[in-house]
């Protein structure tokens, strides 16, 4: 592309991003809470979180390698079937067992749609606006993680959980209709042999791994601010409201701040590394700052978070979809989302882990310690080295 993409064509790949986004979050906030025939207990609870966050961890690199042999858009179409289909399955059935099988199907398609929608975004733009067109995508999935929770929970109020799953249904259905009239067929494009040990060298060159290591790290801070500060907000005395909107905000900053940050890279106002860098050290301090008392600490914790891990996201994206060859994306951006997946998994079960032995906040100063100490690595290190392969 010597172009930006036309937005028609870039509104649909949008929408993809938020229907993953609110699908997840609408699903998780309010399993535990509106489901007592199907979520009997902590455990099951947590087993059906597991089955979408499992499935993704599994599939995504294996559906982001199909995109690149078939093409992106019919990995992209076929996951927002698949999705329809597992939510009209609970939809339809409205029993426990078919809870498991639906969670499990959205899991498995959301693998597909994913990071078949981020290779579009970085095949349907020019280099020197990736930063703009990720910044637009994190921007809505931020949108779909702030309103899920609540437009989540009014769904579940007013006509239970099955009512959530048929309107995921049709926004699915919806989305994947509007894709195939308007985003353009990418093709596959002709590469090289390559071996088990030229994908080592690949996704073991800094060019990718320093900006998955910090997707991964913002990931964590997120899933941590997310499921932990109303836990810090409940100690202080505070009700759900109050906690529900400072997780809002969390969601909220790091939505504002991924436009900006992509509009800044391009224009040459801010590199790559020192955007990261940055970004990593605000989010260390937003974890520090979640250790204060009271509503100051969760509101200065979720602020600093949500900054931190906005300006995290659409730079990491963008390095690595500029160092990384077009005919690869698909495989490089799946490797990515399994790094932010482990993310997400190994960031509350560390925090939770230390909590266990010592206290709440000893687990925040933890995965502070960490963030900051890759920050601080980061920042002494000279220039990323060029990946193995690069975009011409």
């Not at 993809?16 to 399993?31: C, P, Q």
């Not at 099955?162 to 353009?184: E, H, K, Q």
């Not at 005395?237 to 992509?262: D, E, H, K, M, N």
């Not at 390095?319 to 994306?329: D, F, M, N, P």
């Amino acid at each position: 592309m010597t172009g930006p993409a036309p937005g028609r064509r870039m509104w649909p790949l949008y929408a993809a991003g938020f229907t993953t986004a609110f699908g997840a979050h609408a699903i998780a906030a309010n399993l535990g809470g509106f489901s007592d025939d199907a979520v009997t207990s902590l455990l099951v609870l947590g087993g059906l979180l597991a089955l979408y966050d499992g499935a993704e961890v599994l599939l995504k690199p294996v559906f982001g390698s199909l995109a690149d042999r078939v093409g992106a858009k019919p990995v992209l179409l076929g996951g927002l079937v698949a999705f329809a289909v597992a939510s009209a399955t609970y939809a339809i059935a409205d029993s426990p067992g078919w809870l498991w099988a639906a969670r499990l199907g959205q899991g498995a398609a959301a693998s597909a749609f994913s990071p078949a929608a981020s290779a579009l975004v970085a095949r349907l733009n020019p280099v020197a606006k990736h930063g703009r067109a990720f910044g637009s995508y994190g921007f809505y999935k931020s949108i779909g993680y702030t309103f899920g929770p609540l437009l989540g929970g009014v769904l579940v109020w007013a006509g239970g959980l099955r009512l959530l799953f048929i309107v995921l249904t049709v926004i699915a259905a919806v989305v994947a209709g509007w894709a195939a009239r308007a985003v353009p067929v990418v093709p596959p494009l002709p590469k090289k042999r390559q071996t088990v040990l030229d994908l080592a060298r690949r996704l073991n060159a800094p060019a990718f791994l320093g900006p998955t290591a910090a997707l991964a790290a913002a990931t964590a801070a997120l899933s941590v601010g997310v499921g932990f500060l109303p836990v810090v907000g409940r100690a202080a005395g505070l009700g759900t409201i109050a906690t529900g909107a400072a997780v809002s905000v969390l969601a909220l900053c790091a939505a504002f701040v991924q436009p900006r940050a992509g509009r800044a890279l391009d224009d040459g106002r801010l590199s790559s590394r020192t955007g990261l860098v940055a970004g990593l050290a605000v989010t260390a301090a937003g974890l520090a700052a979640a250790m204060l008392p009271g509503l100051a600490g969760v509101l200065a914790g979720a602020t600093l978070i949500g900054v931190g891990t906005g300006l995290i996201t659409p730079l990491g994206f963008a390095a690595i979809a500029a160092s990384t060859l077009a005919e690869r994306l698909g495989q490089t951006m799946g490797a990515a989302e399994l790094g932010r997946e482990l993310g997400d998994a190994g960031g509350p079960l560390l925090v939770a882990g230390v909590a266990t032995l010592a206290t709440l906040n000893w687990g925040f100063a933890t995965l502070a310690v960490l963030i900051g100490a890759g920050a601080t690595l980061a920042a002494t290190r000279g220039r990323t080295a060029p990946a193995t392969e690069t975009r011409p």
